[in-house]
């Protein structure tokens, strides 16, 4: 199970910065710069709500509907920040489901410890009251909240590119119309000079 943990982690880190370049894209297209005129410093680009020069840059459509998705973006921050800086995600093995009968189980196993077989064989009897629960948690401590984790990573994806999409209605804004291309100017030229088609 910790190749799922690593899947995990490496996906999380791959949603935070699809997003992150969706705002640099924007910090790009748009020619935001910051007070003095430079460059915006990296702690200052990104599409959550604490990103007042970017967000004041949006139409008010966009700000609503990324406004309306706060609490996935405090998700991702706080499952992307645990990750980064305290605690690597974690998927375990099993989850006991029978607690009473497991820790019977553990407790016979203690008394035949120099019994190789017995132990095994209750070991194995043990492993009747447990099942692996795709779930994970960033802090056990802080009450974190428990996701289970394959539909969180296509919530995520989806949420990624359902963003993407608005992102691409909200550069397409404010846009001139597309100009001519060389190609259709030198037909209409030539149309208009030698009646080409």
């Known amino acids: 199970m910790r190749r799922c ?23 790009e297209e748009r020619g935001i710069k910051n007070r003095d005129g430079g460059q915006l410093k990296e702690t200052r680009v990104g599409l959550g709500k604490k990103y007042k020069e970017i967000r004041r840059t949006f139409s008010p459509q966009f700000r609503g509907y990324l406004d309306a998705h706060q609490d996935w973006f405090k998700h991702l921050a ?30 016979q196993k203690e008394v035949v410890v120099g019994d190789p077989q017995e132990f095994d064989r209750l070991t194995e009897e043990q ?4 099942q692996f629960q795709p779930v994970m948690v960033h802090s056990l401590s802080e009450k974190s909240p428990r996701i289970v984790f394959h539909p969180q990573i296509l919530s995520d994806f989806a ?8 992102m691409l209605v909200e550069l397409a804004r404010d846009m001139p119309a597309p100009r001519e291309s060389l190609l259709q100017s030198l037909r209409r030229r030539l149309r208009s000079v030698f009646g080409y088609r």
């Open 5 to 27: 943990g690593g899947l995990r982690q490496a996906f999380l880190f791959n949603v935070f910065g699809a997003l992150d370049n969706l705002a640099w894209t924007w910090v």
């Open 78 to 107: 706080d499952f992307r920040h645990a990750l980064a800086h305290r605690i690597p995600l974690y998927i375990p093995r099993y989850a006991i489901v029978n607690h009473e009968a497991y820790a019977d189980l553990q407790a």
């Open 127 to 130: 492993m009747k009251h447990v």
């Open 159 to 166: 949420m990624v590119e359902e963003i993407g999409r608005k």
